[in-house]
T-cell receptor, first 114, second 113 residues
Framework: ETGVTQSPTHLIKTRGQQVTLRCSSQSGHNTVSWYQQALGQGPQFIFQYYREEENGRGNFPPRFSGLQFPNYSSELNVNALELDDSALYLC?????????????FGPGTRLTVT | AQSVTQPDIHITVSEGASLELRCNYSYGATPYLFWYVQSPGQGLQLLLKYFSGDTLVQGIKGFEAEFKRSQSSFNLRKPSVHWSDAAEYFCAVGPNTGNQFYFGTGTSLTVIP
């Protein structure tokens, strides 16, 4: 069974640029959630995708957007990068909307905005 | 509003000593509660979860946690800490409707020989 993978591992961007982060969900999982973890903080929920549709969003501006593909992999796109976007971005997959459910996290992508 | 509080930012314990990490939550309904561990540069690994039933739950790596509704707490315990337990620990509350998980700010554990 393949776990959750994320790419790239690290990324350095300049303020104002755009970035795309990628996540492959665990086999058999159709739901992907994205989190932002700033240094010294807990993960903050960005949004969730279920069967290719956005299925809930946290308190993040529209310049944070996403996609989920038919194979349930996902992308997180951030436009007009700001310095405060520097963080570890975590992807988590789960089996779906059934409650209760567990999330399995990937290793994260470390984004640095200069 | 839903929230999770981990009062201890950093804890240091001696190897072999017992450990308790505190977690308090605010949630409007029956919560689903989780403890995760994060090693440096890594993602989060699930230690244990509480959904219903027995309020004392067992997890991996010898950890356990007790749900106390009256105190809105879900404290993590381990009777004897190993050096490899040094990491960041996060408590989280999950939804019984919707899909948003709320994480605490974490407790950093240092284990000294």
């Amino acid at each position: 069974e393949t776990g959750v993978t994320q790419s790239p591992t690290h990324l350095i961007k300049t303020r104002g640029q755009q970035v795309t982060l990628r996540c492959s969900s665990q086999s058999g999982h159709n739901t992907v959630s994205w989190y932002q973890q700033a240094l010294g903080q807990g993960p903050q929920f960005i949004f969730q995708y279920y069967r290719e549709e956005e299925n809930g969003r946290g308190n993040f501006p529209p310049r944070f957007s996403g996609l989920q593909f038919p194979n349930y992999s996902s992308e997180l796109n951030v436009n007009a990068l700001e310095l405060d976007d520097s963080a570890l971005y975590l992807c988590a997959s789960s089996t779906g909307q059934g409650i209760p459910y567990e999330q399995y996290f990937g290793p994260g992508t470390r984004l640095t905005v200069t | 509003a839903q929230s999770v509080t981990q009062p201890d930012i950093h804890i240091t314990v001696s190897e072999g000593a017992s450990l308790e990490l505190r977690c308090n939550y605010s949630y409007g309904a029956t919560p689903y509660l989780f403890w995760y561990v994060q090693s440096p540069g890594q993602g989060l690994q699930l230690l244990l979860k509480y959904f219903s039933g027995d309020t004392l739950v067992q997890g991996i790596k010898g950890f356990e946690a007790e749900f106390k509704r009256s105190q809105s707490s879900f404290n993590l315990r381990k009777p004897s800490v190993h050096w490899s337990d040094a990491a960041e620990y996060f408590c989280a509350v999950g939804p019984n409707t919707g899909n948003q998980f709320y994480f605490g700010t974490g407790t950093s554990l240092t284990v000294i020989p």
